[in-house]
DNA sequence: CCCCTGGCAGCGCC
DNA sequence: AGGCGCTGCCAGGG
């Protein structure tokens, strides 16, 4: 007999959802593409070419794996979600596409004052729970589309939740702002393109999103440290969706050391207590139930002929329940440090000049 | 067929 | 947190 959690339990149970819409505008310049908008954004980004598009919304493309062999493990696997073509042309599409940055900081690791330089290129888009991006300017009287033309002009402005007022953000002063203490951080809106992927991603799984990671792998020498996604602004049992696209890479997961004080007895075993999952091309992962309080996983280092693979793009949704999250994930995953751009012709990524404007 | 060796993965320490 | 250096394993070649 199978076990009870099974996909079909989960595409039983089907979840009615409100249409939402896009977060940000759909621009046309005439016969050219269109963009993603938002004066958050460096740059527009692009909205997918409509064959790529097309395809992704009829994802998944396979059922998926349960793995929850082990203890407090809780894992989805889809092999792949996305058709290993369409991934290989939204790994195209995203590193040319999105704004990246290389985050650094400094930590005191015994005393001494280290310079970290993540190993790898990131970028975030969302907002917590307790805001939301809205276009205040649509509810106030109709000045705004004679004096901006709104083909141009950035939409949606972060507001409250529940009171749909707007927040400031980007360290507003209070003086300028009585009495409402805003983000730090400048909060983005999903683009479209990654719009599309995070509301297929909750249809299929019932879980909501309100953010997207995404982290650029460019080679082997690029990774990250074994590390569980248990911050306490996702709250209890967290649900995330992680998508890989172009090479692939180990992914290593491994049961948390037991804590001193309790009477467990340690994985000593080679296979229990650790797993290793290839991931390819279009493949999803979820991870869900107590999986982040319990396990660790990193993407490790690889070498040698396993070194220049072309790189991987990892593209991450979770739900930050509260500020702390929008705030922690702004200055981790964007940083202060300058804006990256994807250069095809030097394959590699360069700084972002912002133009200059006559 | 066996042994040697290089390369790579993994781990511990800073 | 990540980099580096050490070690042990494994595959492939001689």
Redesign the pocket.
Known sequence: MTKKRTIDAYFGIPKAKKPRYSDTQVVTDGESASYSKHASYPFPIPHLPDALEAEISGSPAREARVIADQPDLDLLHFEPYISRSAARQLFEFLRSELPFYRVEYD?A??GIK?H????RWTTVFGVDETARFEDIRSAASGLTADVLPLKDAPKGEVVDARTRKQIPVGKPNPKETPGQKGYKAIPRPIPYCLDLLRRSTEAVTGCNFNFCLVNYYAS?AD???F?SDDERFLGSLPAIASFSLGAKR?F?MKHKPPKPESGETACNSTSQGSL?LPLLSGDMVLMRGKTQANWLHSI???????EWDGGRINITFRQALVRGGTENYYQ?NVGSGPVYKWNAAGQEMIPWIQPSRP
């Open positions: 930590i690791r015994g280290t970290i330089r993540t190993p082997g990774s990250i440290s590390h180990d290593l290793k490790p280092k690889r070498s040698g002929k396993n981790y």
